[in-house]
C-alpha cells in the first residue's frame, strides 16, 4: 500500500500513449458557410461521438480583449477549460469547434471525435466487449408464448424494423482483433454506443488542475459552469419527414418514436432490444423492470376490482350495516372529544357502508394472494433479469468489467496492489468510509427525527382543527368534522412529504459523495438506500400510525388517556380501515396524478425555457419566430440537442415505482383498489418516460449495467413487511376475525354483533349526562372483558398462522423457480468457452503440440496392448480421429 504524493498532480489519471497517429487533429473553427446535416465533422467522414458546449457573455469577450485583467472567476473558467482541452489533444481526441455569434453572447460547440487507434486502445482498457459469433435470440414477452399456445389472437406483437442482431461476445484485445466479427470494417466495428462510452470515459477521467483537489473531469466542470453542457448526439430527429414512411430508410430514433413513445402504442410490447441498442443496458433494464412490473399488475388488478365489487354486494346484505341503519336513537355514542357532544350511532349509516367496501372476508383472501403475487413477481424478475444480463452481455458485469469512479480514482489518498491482477488501483481505507458512514447515518437518523416530528404536527393538527370545527355550532360541519379533519390532513401531509424529499435528495447526494464508494454501482446503491429509507418513512410513517397505532391508546370515558393536554386521537365514527383506505388513495393516487402532471407539463415549460434563453437577445417574438421557421431545417445536430433537456438519470423514476408497490403490498388490505390505480399509472408512465428519453432529453451516455441494483433487495424486504403488514391489519385493524368469532359464539349469525361491540360508559363518568356507549369490551367499571382476551389470543394465533403459511409457500416458489433458465446457462457456458477459445495465446501452435502429444499416447498404448494383448491392439491413429486431441 501506497500514499500518493503531491507531485501525483502533475499526472493524469489516463494514459496519453496511444499508437502511431501523431496528427490526431487541432480546435479549429469549421466552415460555417455550409453546415452540416449529420453528425460528422465538416469534412463529412469523422463521425461526431461527444459535444462540449460553453457559453461567453458579450461583455466578458470585450473585457478580455481590452483589459486582461478581466474578472477572476472569468480567468480561473477559462484557463480550467484550456487545460482540460488540451490534455484531451494530448490523449489524441479530434477537436473541431464551431461558433455561434449572438447579440448579446457568443455559444461554442466542440466536437469531439476518437481515431481507430484511439477507440482500440481504451476499449481493451476499459472491457468493452465485443461480437464473436451472430447467435439466436426468442421473444423476450413471454405472455407472447402463452397465447400462442392458447392459439389466442396477440394484439399486443407488433413487426418492429431493423431488429438489433445478437452476438456471443467477449472482451476486446486489440492483439486478437481479427477474431472478432466486422473486424474488417473500422468505420462500423464499434458501435455508436460504445465510442460515446469510450469518449465519456476519456472525458470523465482527464484532469485540468491538482488531482489531489478532485479537479478531474467533465462532470466537475459542467457543475462549475466552465462548460454548459457536454452530451453525445441523437441520430438524427425523432419525427418522420414525409409520407409514406418506409420503415427500411427510418434510423433508430425514429423506429423508438413510431413503435414505441407515441400514445398510440400503448397496447403494444416495448422493443427493448432496440431501447437497449440506442439508449444502453441501464435504462433498458429501467424499461424492462417497469413493463415486467406492469404486466403482473394486470391480474392484481382484476382481483382486487372483483373484491371491490363484492364489497358493493355486501353494502346491501350485511347485517350490521343493516342493524346500524336502523338503530335509530337506540345507541347514543359518547362524545369523541373533550367538547364535542354525544351523537347517535345510526347517523353514520353511509360512512359504515363505505367501510365495508375495504373491510369483509374478501379483503382477507386478497392480502394472501398479493404477498403471494409480489414473491412470485421477484422471483420471475429475477429469472427474467437473469435473461437480459446475458442476451445484453453484462452478466459478469459488476464482478469483473466495472471500473473505479473517477471521482474515487482523484480523491483517494492511497493506492494498493489488486491481489487478482497484480495492477495498482487507488484506494480508500475501510476504516475510513466505516466513520463516515457512521456520521451519515446520523444524519440520516436526525432528518428521520424531523419527519416524525411533522407526522405529530399532524396528528395535532387533526385533533385542533376537529376541536375548533365542534366549536363552530355548524350542524353540516360537525356532522363531517372528523372526515374534513382527517382528509385535510392527509392534503397537508402530502405537501410536507413533497417538501422534504427535495431537501433530503439533495442531502442525501452530499453525504454519499463524501462517503468515497469505489463504483458507480455502490455509489449508486448507497445513495438509492439513504434515500430510500427517508421516503419510507417520510411516505408510509402515516398511514403505519392510521393503520397501527391509532385509536389503540385512548382509554374509555372518564380515563382517557392525553398526549401534550390533547386527548389522544381516536378513531372516526366508520372506524380505522376507511380513514387508512381514504389516506392511501390521497397519497398514491394525489402522488401519482402529480408526477404525471409534472412529467408531462415541466419538461414542455423547460423546454420553452431553454429555447427563449438561446434566442437572440434584442430581437422580438416575431422576428424570432420568422429567423427559426427560416432555419429549422439547416440547424446543426449538436444545436437541436443543446436545446433539449439534461436527463436526470433513472432515480426518480424508480422511486417513484417502488413506493407504488410498497402501497399495492403492505397496505393492500386497506384498499383492493390500489393496484388498478397502480396499472392505470404505469400504462400512462410507460409512454411519458418514453417520449422524454427519446424526445425532450438529450441523449444520455450510455451506462452498462447487470440488474436492476439494490431496488431489488428493497422489493424483497417490501415484500416481507408485506405479509407482516397485513396479518397485523387483518387481525388487529380489521373487523374480519371479531365478526369470525362473532360467529362462531352465536351459531353462525351476526345478529346483534353491533351491540356486542359497544360497551356502556362508567357512571362515574354519565353522572351528570345521559347513558352513551364507545367501542371497546369492557364492563360497567372500564375493565375488560373476556371476550377481549379470547379475542387477543386469536388475533395473536392468526398473525403466527397467516405469517407462517405465507412464507412457507414463498419458500416453495423460491425453490421451484429456478434464477436461471437452463437455456441460458447453456449460452453462457458455450460463450465463455468462445471467449477463452478467441483470446487464447498460441492457439494454432497449442493445437499442433496437443496433438503430437496425443498421438505419442497412442503410440505408447499401442504397444503396450502387443505386448500383453496383441489381439486386441486396435486403438485409431490420431489421423482417424481426425485431429481431434482425444481418446
Known amino acids: 500500500m501506497k500514499n500518493r504524493r503531491a507531485e501525483e498532480d502533475n499526472h493524469t489519471l489516463i494514459a496519453m500513449e496511444v499508437p502511431a497517429e501523431q496528427s490526431y487533429g487541432s480546435i479549429e473553427a469549421g466552415d460555417q458557410s455550409s453546415p452540416t446535416h449529420s453528425n460528422t465533422f465538416s469534412d463529412g467522414t469523422t463521425q461526431i461521438d461527444f459535444v462540449l458546449v460553453w457559453e461567453e457573455h458579450r461583455t466578458q469577450l470585450t473585457d478580455g480583449l481590452a483589459d486582461r485583467k478581466s474578472p477572476q472567476i472569468s480567468d480561473s473558467s477559462g484557463q480550467s477549460r484550456e487545460n ?41 482498457e476499459i472491457s468493452l466487449r465485443v461480437p464473436l459469433e451472430e447467435v439466436s ?150 424499461f424492462a423492470w417497469l413493463g415486467f412490473y406492469t404486466t403482473w399488475l394486470l391480474p392484481a388488478a382484476v382481483v382486487g376490482l372483483v373484491i371491490f365489487l363484492f364489497g358493493i354486494w ?16 337506540t345507541y347514543v355514542m359518547c362524545p369523541l372529544c373533550n367538547i364535542c357532544s354525544q351523537w347517535n350511532l345510526s347517523s353514520i349509516c353511509v360512512t359504515f357502508k363505505l367501510g365495508i367496501l375495504f373491510d369483509h372476508g374478501g379483503t ?40 473505479p469512479r473517477p471521482e474515487f ?39 428521520l427525527a424531523i419527519v416524525l416530528i ?76 439513504k434515500v430510500f429509507i427517508f421516503q419510507f418513512v417520510n ?107 439534461v436527463c436526470e438519470g433513472l432515480f426518480a423514476e424508480y422511486l417513484e415505482m417502488v413506493l407504488q408497490f410498497g402501497f399495492i403490498t403492505i397496505f393492500v388490505a386497506a384498499c383492493p383498489l390500489a393496484p388498478l390505480f397502480a396499472l392505470l399509472n404505469n400504462w400512462v408512465e410507460v409512454r411519458l418516460d418514453a417520449q422524454k428519453f427519446v424526445c425532450e432529453y438529450r441523449r444520455p451516455v450510455v451506462e452498462r449495467a447487470q440488474d436492476i441494483g439494490i431496488w431489488f433487495t428493497i422489493l424483497h424486504v417490501i415484500c416481507h413487511l408485506a405479509v407482516i403488514s397485513n396479518a397485523f391489519l387483518i387481525a388487529f385493524t380489521s373487523d374480519f376475525l371479531p365478526r369470525l368469532y362473532y360467529r362462531y359464539t352465536n351459531d353462525g349469525s351476526l345478529e346483534g354483533y353491533i ?8 357512571l362515574s363518568y354519565t353522572q351528570n349526562q345521559t347513558l352513551c356507549r364507545y367501542r371497546g369490551y369492557r364492563d360497567s367499571q372500564g375493565h375488560f372483558l373476556p371476550e377481549y382476551f379470547h379475542l387477543l389470543a386469536i388475533r395473536l394465533g392468526f398473525v403466527i398462522i397467516f405469517e407462517h403459511v405465507v412464507f412457507f409457500v414463498a419458500r416453495l416458489i423460491d425453490m421451484m423457480v429456478p434464477d436461471i433458465p437452463e437455456e441460458v446457462e447453456v449460452k453462457i457456458k458455450r460463450e465463455h468457452y468462445m471467449a477463452k477459445e478467441a483470446l487464447a495465446e498460441n492457439q494454432s501452435l497449442g493445437k499442433k503440440l496437443v496433438s503430437e502429444e496425443m498421438q505419442e499416447l497412442v503410440q505408447t498404448l499401442r504397444h503396450r496392448c502387443r505386448d500383453y494383448e496383441p489381439s486386441t491392439a486396435t486403438l485409431p491413429s490420431a489421423s482417424e480421429d481426425h485431429g481431434r486431441p482425444s481418446i
Open 539 to 645: 411516505f408510509y410513517s402515516s398511514p403505519i400510525y392510521i393503520a397501527f397505532f391509532k385509536g389503540r391508546f385512548v382509554g374509555y370515558p372518564g380515563n382517557y388517556y392525553t398526549f401534550l393536554g390533547f386527548r389522544n386521537e381516536d378513531c372516526g365514527a366508520g372506524g380505522c380501515l376507511i380513514e387508512l383506505a381514504q389516506e392511501l388513495l390521497v397519497i398514491m393516487v394525489g402522488k401519482q396524478v402529480i408526477n404525471n402532471i409534472q412529467e408531462f407539463l415541466f419538461p414542455k415549460l423547460q423546454t420553452w425555457w431553454q429555447n427563449r434563453k438561446l434566442r437572440h437577445n434584442g430581437e422580438n417574438d416575431k422576428d424570432m419566430e420568422g429567423k427559426r421557421s427560416l432555419n429549422k431545417e439547416i440547424a446543426t445536430p449538436w444545436e437541436k440537442d443543446y436545446q433539449l433537456l
Open 137 to 286: 435470440h426468442t421473444s423476450l414477452h413471454g405472455s407472447e408464448k402463452i397465447l400462442k399456445k392458447l392459439s389466442i389472437p396477440n394484439i399486443m406483437i407488433e413487426d418492429v424494423p431493423s431488429p438489433p442482431r445478437h452476438f456471443y461476445t467477449c472482451q476486446f484485445r486489440t492483439n486478437k482483433l481479427e477474431r472478432f466479427l466486422g473486424s474488417d470494417n473500422k468505420e462500423t466495428f464499434f458501435k455508436t454506443t460504445q465510442r460515446h462510452q469510450i469518449l465519456y470515459e476519456i472525458l470523465a477521467r482527464t484532469p485540468y488542475g491538482l488531482i489531489n483537489r478532485g479537479e478531474v473531469g467533465v462532470d466537475r466542470l459542467v457543475s462549475e459552469k466552465v462548460f454548459t453542457a457536454a452530451y453525445p448526439l441523437h441520430e438524427g430527429p425523432f419525427q418522420v419527414a414525409g409520407e409514406p414512411m418506409v420503415p427500411k430508410s427510418l434510423g433508430l430514433r425514429q423506429i423508438l418514436y413510431q413503435h414505441w413513445a407515441r400514445w398510440a402504442c400503448w397496447r403494444r410490447y416495448q422493443p427493448l432490444d432496440h431501447v437497449r441498442e440506442y439508449f444502453g443496458e441501464k435504462i433498458a433494464l429501467y
Open 454 to 529: 411533522f407526522l405529530m404536527a399532524i396528528i395535532l393538527y387533526r385533533t385542533i382543527v376537529s376541536i375548533i370545527i365542534y366549536g363552530s355550532r355548524s350542524p353540516f360541519f360537525i356532522f363531517a368534522a372528523g372526515r374534513i379533519a382527517s382528509l385535510t390532513g392527509s392534503v397537508l401531509n402530502l405537501a410536507v412529504i413533497l417538501l422534504l424529499s427535495r431537501l433530503y435528495t439533495y442531502l442525501a447526494h452530499v453525504l454519499t459523495r463524501w462517503e468515497m464508494h469505489r463504483t458507480q454501482t455502490e455509489y449508486e446503491d448507497a445513495f438509492i438506500l
Open 409 to 447: 480514482t482523484a480523491m483517494a489518498p492511497m493506492t494498493i496492489r489488486n491481489p487478482i491482477t497484480g495492477a495498482e488501483e487507488p484506494y480508500f481505507p475501510e476504516r475510513r468510509r466505516f466513520n463516515r458512514t457512521i456520521t451519515s447515518c446520523m444524519v440520516i437518523i436526525v432528518m
Open 314 to 329: 355486501l353494502m346491501s346484505v350485511d347485517v350490521p350495516v343493516m342493524e346500524v341503519c336502523s338503530s335509530g336513537d
Open 364 to 403: 382477507v383472501f386478497f392480502s394472501i394472494f398479493m404477498s403471494l403475487w409480489a414473491i412470485t413477481f421477484l422471483e420471475y424478475w429475477k429469472r427474467t433479469s437473469a435473461v437480459l444480463a446475458h442476451r445484453w452481455d453484462c452478466s459478469e458485469f459488476e464482478e469483473i468489467e466495472e471500473r
Open 84 to 124: 482540460f482541452l488540451s490534455r484531451l489533444q494530448a490523449s489524441g481526441i479530434l477537436q473541431e469547434k464551431r461558433v455561434v455569434d449572438q447579440e448579446q453572447k457568443q455559444i461554442t460547440y466542440l466536437l469531439l471525435s476518437a481515431p481507430w487507434s484511439v477507440l482500440c486502445y481504451y476499449a481493451e
Open 755 to 762: 351491540n356486542s361491540t359497544l360497551a356502556i360508559a362508567p
